[in-house]
């Protein structure tokens, strides 16, 4: 057995967690509930594209988030961690699936997995636990995956499963999109974002004021739309960031060094001709918005505090993926820039885990995924991505991999690409769009150049580092990035030819 294996049958043997299948030990998981036999709850905290830079506890000395920064102060924070993939559906069908975004094919918002796929909730279920959902997963109407789910006006879009690239001569623009996301900019009081995730708050807080310490233990996902846009929010808590948020860094002749694929990405969301004005509002917007979600997140912790099962769950924040907010010269997400590519994530089990900590390798969401399955004593699948957090958690210099994967196949551009972080290097591969034109790649120092300003990948010097990365890369995913672009563009062709009953998943 080497050290890895010891210290993570060690950590899960203190944890209650180093079982066969679904079984445990007597009194094994007493380290991590007290004198408790009961395995414990599980509630995950799933915002929607949270740029983790604008959180006090990743360090941005505006944003007032005291109930994240004080979930932090309680556990873990995980100061580079990656979503699967810079978009909504794919990020959360990777997260559901235990695997990457490829290998599910979820390659847009108009993709799903089988409606009897295995999941995560059915793993836990078959451990004995209840998973419920309350609120947005982006799944098709037809696709819960072992969840149950409390009503709210989520989930119930109808997946065609088709998507196409841009022309590599598409200089094409779209004004529109941003011309009408921009209008939310203002203060509201109310939204379709705002309604919903005051929904989640409440149905969230009232089953787990219901629950009893007793009762079987739960896997919640309560999933909220904030800070997505649109970016209406209401004056209260606009009035704090006016004047105060800074413009975005965007050296001279930046743009112009854009990767083909991000330019592409700002002409189809219309962001090459945005005024300052508008800039700024946004941004004002964007902090006040992820203020107002970090009130939300904090009634239902209270709520959860004051439940006979407070002490008995481990809390875990995470978002699918970040938000531009106008840094590179672009919006939403769709790249693999820190902002759009990393995301929060804080575990905490305040008196049963380690509190006040943070690791700073890189990690992914199906890392979390594999952490979850450690913590309800599931063995998950062989073919399942990631590891479990738990070792590292445990033991601060526990030899973890450093390392978290990111692809994105989806609109405005004209090839998939994919990102490697590894150590203090990020490299990404834009895959060959065509036999004329080779592909593009980037390579960064997040330690030297952590706004990512810098591209590397001309330099000699950094030459073996970027072929490491990428023969990594491909290890990782088990085919080239070029093949699963043409396996991609087949199945976005072809689609799946199913009637359509409802409204369609928005593709952005």
Not at 262 to 285: A, N, S
Not at 401 to 425: C, W
Request: hydrophobic share 35%; glycine share 8%.
């Amino acid at each position: 057995m080497d050290r890895r294996d010891f210290v993570r049958n060690s950590v899960l043997a203190s944890l209650g967690l180093l079982t066969s299948g679904c079984a445990r030990r007597p009194g094994a998981l007493d380290s991590l509930l007290g004198q408790g036999q009961k395995k414990p709850n599980i509630l995950v905290i799933m915002s929607d594209e949270h740029d983790k830079g604008v959180t006090g506890c990743y360090g941005d000395p505006i944003v007032q988030t005291p109930n994240l920064d004080r979930l932090a102060s309680q556990g873990i924070v995980f100061e580079n961690a990656y979503t699967t993939s810079p978009l909504c559906v794919p990020a959360r069908q990777s997260f559901t699936a235990g695997k990457y975004a490829s290998r599910v094919s979820a390659w847009n918002n108009h993709r799903m997995m089988p409606p009897d796929s295995p999941s995560l909730p059915r793993l836990l279920n078959a451990c004995g636990y209840q998973s419920v959902l309350v609120g947005k997963m982006h799944y098709d109407q037809t696709c819960r995956y072992g969840f149950e789910e409390l009503p709210t006006k989520s989930n119930n879009g109808i997946m065609m499963g088709t998507g196409k690239r841009r022309l590599y001569d598409d200089t094409s623009t779209n004004p529109k999109s941003w011309e009408s996301r921009a209008k939310s900019f203002v203060a509201g009081e109310d939204s379709r974002i705002i309604s919903h995730d005051k929904d989640v708050t409440r149905q969230a807080s009232e089953f787990l004021g219901k629950r009893k310490k007793d009762d079987p233990p739960f896997f919640l996902l309560a999933g909220y739309l904030a800070p997505h846009f649109p970016l209406t929010v209401p004056e209260e808590y606009l009035s704090r960031y006016r004047g105060k948020v800074p413009m975005p860094n965007i050296p001279e002749g930046l743009i112009e060094q854009l990767p083909t694929n991000y330019k592409h990405i700002r002409m189809g969301f219309g962001v090459v001709d945005t005024d300052p004005e508008t800039v700024q509002l946004g941004r004002e917007c964007y902090w006040a918005f992820v203020n107002w979600m970090d009130d939300q997140v904090g009634e239902l912790l209270r709520a959860l505090e004051q439940s006979e099962v407070g002490q008995d769950t481990v809390v875990i924040y995470m978002t699918d993926h970040g938000e531009n907010k106008g840094d590179h010269g672009m919006w939403w997400k769709s790249c693999m820039y820190e902002h759009a590519a990393g995301i929060p994530l804080i575990i905490s089990c305040p008196g049963r885990l380690p509190q006040g900590q943070r690791r700073r390798g890189a990690c992914s969401s199906v890392d979390v995924v594999q952490t979850i399955a450690d913590i309800a004593g599931a063995d998950s699948p062989a073919d399942w991505d990631g590891d479990s957090l738990l070792p590292w958690i445990e033991d601060p210099q526990f030899a973890w991999k450093d390392f978290a994967l990111s692809e994105y196949y989806a609109h405005f551009i004209l090839s998939g690409f994919t990102m490697v972080r590894q150590g203090k290097y990020k490299y990404v591969y834009h895959a060959r769009w065509d036999e004329k034109r080779p592909p593009e790649l980037e390579l960064y120092d997040m330690e030297q150049d952590p706004g990512e300003l810098e591209n590397l990948i001309g330099d000699p010097h950094y030459a073996d580092t970027a072929a490491s990365m990428h023969a990594r890369m491909i290890k990782e995913l088990g085919e080239h990035p070029d093949d699963i672009e043409k396996r991609a563009v087949k199945e976005l062709a072809q689609g799946y030819n199913r009637p359509e009953k409802g409204k369609a998943e928005s593709e952005e």
